[in-house]
């Protein structure tokens, strides 16, 4: 049973947008947290953006640097992820998650907290950014 699905991922020239989706299904449209990571080649995975679900709080890694947008559609059970000025540097598989909260209702937003909060893994889109 798939419970996180991604699409939207391809291949854009520097300073091209994307935007991805995630269709979730399951307990994952109820878990607390909802956010996109994503793994380069060689490198380990890391969080580009995070959301309480249905909650306003939204963060993003560092450096993303306000190019990209996390957002949900509740209706559509989607998480989506807008992404402009795309760099090289951002070329990798995304990935998208739903994980719980701790005991004070709080999301923490590393793949540790993920895996070890009851977490669910989308299989990835692969996003190439040509310069």
């Known amino acids: 049973q798939v419970l996180l699905k991604e699409s939207g991922g391809g291949s854009v020239q520097t300073g091209g947008s994307l935007r991805l989706s995630c269709v979730t299904s399951?307990?994952?449209?109820?878990?607390?947290?909802v956010g996109w990571f994503r793994q380069a080649p060689g490198k380990q995975r890391e969080r580009v953006a995070g959301?309480?679900?249905?909650?306003?709080?939204?963060v993003y890694g560092d450096f993303v640097q306000g190019r990209f947008f996390i957002d949900q559609d509740h209706s559509q059970n989607t998480i989506s992820l807008q992404m402009n000025n795309l760099k090289p540097d951002d070329t990798a598989v995304y990935l998208c998650?739903?994980?719980?909260?701790?005991?004070?209702?709080?999301?923490?937003?590393?793949?540790?907290?993920?895996?070890?909060?009851?977490?669910?893994w989308g299989q990835g889109t692969q996003v190439t950014v040509a310069s």
């Open positions: 399951g307990s994952t449209s109820s878990a607390g947290c």
């Open positions: 959301k309480y679900n249905g909650g306003p709080t939204r």
């Open positions: 998650a739903a994980w719980n909260t701790d005991w004070l209702g709080r999301c923490d937003w590393t793949v540790s907290d993920v895996n070890r909060r009851d977490g669910y």
